[in-house]
């Protein structure tokens, strides 16, 4: 598996566009750029292919921007990274195709699909609402307020 400088910017983006969007207020990727130090030509690309992939909802105009699609909870960073990324599991190059078939047959189904279906499965599992959730808690653990 690869996850490549577009999938983890649109990763990080979703959870900025999650922490702070709402059904009726949409964020401009211009905010989004701002907040996570990314150029907003490449982040537009990005939310380009989050669109597609039918995970955000943009608005033009003044007032516009993107918002999520459907609940945090309901979308998941298989889902992100499969919108994002042309090919997220690369096929593994054959090793002794020539030499042992039998024995790249066994690596190819007993290791590297089963590998390949357990990330998929592990990345299936991790919605976007936990991973706000995660940094929310992160950003409050370190704001400490002193009271004499």
């Given at each position: 598996?690869?996850?490549?400088?577009?999938g983890?910017?649109?990763?990080?983006?979703m959870i900025?566009?999650?922490r702070?969007?709402?059904?009726?207020?949409?964020?401009?990727?211009?905010m989004?750029?701002?907040?996570l130090?990314?150029?907003?030509?490449y982040?537009?690309?990005?939310?380009?292919l989050?669109?597609?992939g039918?995970?955000?909802?943009?608005?033009?105009?003044?007032?516009g921007?993107?918002?999520?699609?459907?609940?945090?909870?309901?979308?998941?960073?298989?889902?992100i990274l499969s919108?994002?990324?042309?090919i997220l599991?690369?096929?593994?190059?054959q090793?002794?195709?020539?030499?042992a078939?039998?024995?790249?047959e066994?690596?190819?189904?007993?290791?590297y699909?089963?590998l390949?279906?357990?990330?998929?499965?592990?990345l299936s599992?991790?919605t976007l609402d936990?991973?706000?959730?995660?940094?929310?808690?992160?950003e409050n653990?370190?704001n400490?307020m002193?009271?004499?």
């Open positions: 598996m690869r996850i490549s400088a577009k983890r910017y649109g990763l990080a983006a900025e566009l999650a702070f969007s709402t059904e009726d207020h949409h964020i401009p990727v211009v989004l750029a701002d907040r130090g990314l150029s907003k030509i982040l537009e690309q990005v939310f380009s989050l669109k597609r039918k995970l955000v909802i943009s608005i033009k105009g003044a007032q921007g993107y918002r999520l699609s459907r609940p945090a909870s309901e979308i998941n960073v298989c889902q919108a994002l990324e042309q599991f690369e096929p593994t190059e090793s002794v195709a020539d030499s078939p039998a024995v790249e066994v690596m190819a189904t007993h290791v699909a089963v390949d279906q357990d990330i998929q499965k592990s599992k991790i936990q991973l706000v959730k995660a940094t929310n808690s992160i653990r370190d400490y002193f009271f004499i």
